[in-house]
């Protein structure tokens, strides 16, 4: 069984700019920016052999807000420039009560079936508390940056950049594949 890294799109991935405790996300294309400090960690990450497959909720499709060709020409940039091995999103409101929608995890159970994961030895990268708790609800180890986004509920570790986080995981990742216990976080 394979381990992954599970990356928010919006903060993370994308520049979406935090004003209070929203987000402003991209609604089209000539929005979207791609967030180029994530190149780097995302290559070292990669190189240790870890999946890298983004989770997102995008509900501005089912309120009628975000066509769905733009979105999926935003997934189709953000996949090629990145080079990620999958994405996975909800475009469901809050009150469609999927399973689907984090922080519940039915994004990440099709992630490890699809990808065979071993979910014990995956993480979850993101800026935002809903992320932390659906990675406790796995099992996962979450990892958050800093951010009005963190919230107070469950999270295994907040760092100041991806930079930091990527170091973090490399080290537990290392130590996992030697025997070692893989939520070993504050190593």
Same mark, same amino acid.
């Given at each position: 069984?394979?381990?992954?890294?599970? *990356?928010? %799109?919006?903060?993370? +991935?994308? &520049?979406?700019? @935090?004003?209070?405790?929203?987000?402003?996300?991209?609604?089209? !294309? =000539?929005?979207?920016?791609?967030?180029?400090?994530?190149?780097?960690?995302?290559? *070292?990450? %990669?190189?240790?052999? +870890?999946? &890298?497959?983004? @989770?997102?909720?995008?509900?501005?499709?089912?309120?009628?807000? !975000? =066509?769905?060709?733009?979105?999926?020409?935003?997934?189709?940039?953000?996949?090629?420039?990145?080079?990620?091995?999958? +994405?996975?999103?909800?475009?469901?409101?809050?009150?469609?009560?999927?399973?689907?929608?984090?922080?519940?995890?039915?994004?990440?159970?099709?992630?490890?079936?699809?990808?065979?994961?071993?979910?014990?030895?995956?993480?979850?990268?993101?800026?935002?508390?809903?992320?932390?708790?659906?990675?406790?609800?796995?099992?996962?180890?979450?990892?958050?940056?800093?951010?009005?986004?963190?919230?107070?509920?469950?999270?295994?570790?907040?760092?100041?950049?991806?930079?930091?986080?990527?170091?973090?995981?490399?080290?537990?990742?290392?130590?996992?594949?030697?025997?070692?216990?893989?939520?070993?976080?504050?190593?």
């Amino acid at each position: 069984m394979r381990a992954a890294v599970f *990356l928010e %799109r919006d903060g993370i +991935l994308n &520049l979406a700019p @935090v004003q209070g405790r929203n987000q402003s996300v991209p609604r089209a !294309l =000539s929005d979207f920016q791609i967030n180029r400090a994530v190149l780097a960690p995302l290559n *070292l990450l %990669r190189e240790a052999g +870890l999946l &890298l497959i983004a @989770v997102t909720n995008q509900p501005g499709v089912s309120r009628g807000y !975000l =066509s769905r060709r733009e979105l999926d020409l935003m997934h189709l940039q953000l996949m090629k420039q990145l080079k990620l091995d999958d +994405l996975f999103m909800c475009t469901h409101d809050e009150m469609d009560c999927c399973n689907c929608r984090k922080p519940d995890i039915g994004l990440f159970r099709e992630a490890a079936f699809k990808h065979k994961l071993d979910l014990d030895r995956c993480f979850v990268i993101s800026d935002k508390a809903a992320d932390a708790q659906a990675a406790h609800s796995l099992g996962c180890i979450s990892l958050l940056v800093q951010s009005p986004l963190n919230g107070d509920g469950h999270h295994d570790c907040i760092l100041p950049d991806l930079d930091s986080i990527a170091q973090r995981i490399l080290r537990i990742h290392a130590q996992a594949k030697s025997g070692y216990m893989a939520h070993a976080v504050a190593a």
